[in-house]
């Protein structure tokens, strides 16, 4: 099992703490004119979603977590589970709305998500950076307004809200960033 000293911590290096995974969210090097110098992180639980506060000293060491990641299609919701396919072997896996909640706005069924597992148990799902979704609910546009930063409510095929340009209508596809939930541009 590899070792990484607390001093080397970077974003996104997940580590085993006391059993629990935890993502590094945000990390900052302190060396104080007086006394020894630390490490301030913010952690994210990457099962629970908790975020912690704590800080370390440089030279502690923590297993590295190993994260595997596969690719699945997304198929259904039965009202209770959000079912994947695994795209290789065919396997199905149910997962509760905690473990998909992250990528439940952006995905309709048979769109391909990347699964997070920790030995093997998923623990989150990851939408595609980019998602071309259909509008089902805005206000009407009207032609040739045009205005530049002037926006609308609009409600995409998922039930996800965001505001779009005064020009997008109804059924039209749309490009959004799913890192940011913000309107790219016309699909």
């Known amino acids: 099992m590899s070792m990484i000293m607390a001093g080397d911590f ?8 006391d059993g629990q995974v935890w993502s590094i969210a945000d990390f900052q090097h302190v060396k104080p004119g007086k006394g020894a110098a630390f490490v301030r992180t913010r ?22 977590a190993h ?12 009202g209770e589970l959000y079912y994947f396919m695994d795209v290789e072997t065919y396997e199905q ?8 909640e992250d990528a439940i706005n952006f995905i ?32 009407p546009g ?10 609308k409510p609009a409600t995409v095929e998922t039930g996800y809200k965001l505001n779009v340009p005064l020009f997008i209508n109804e059924g039209e596809k749309i490009r959004i960033d799913t890192r940011t939930g913000e309107y790219m541009s016309r699909a």
């Open 43 to 64: 952690l994210k639980n990457v099962v629970t979603g908790a975020v912690l506060e704590q800080t370390f000293s440089p030279t502690d060491k923590y297993p590295t």
């Open 142 to 151: 009207f032609k040739g307004d045009t205005q530049t930063g002037t926006t």
């Open 10 to 17: 970077r974003k996104g290096v997940t580590v085993e703490i």
């Open 108 to 139: 309709v069924e048979n769109m391909n998500v990347t699964i997070r597992f920790h030995r093997e148990k998923p623990f989150s799902v990851a939408a595609p950076n980019f998602v071309e979704l259909t509008i089902t609910e805005t206000e």
């Open 93 to 100: 896996l149910g997962l509760s709305y905690e473990q998909v």
């Open 67 to 78: 994260i595997e990641t596969k690719e699945m299609q997304y198929l259904y919701n039965d």
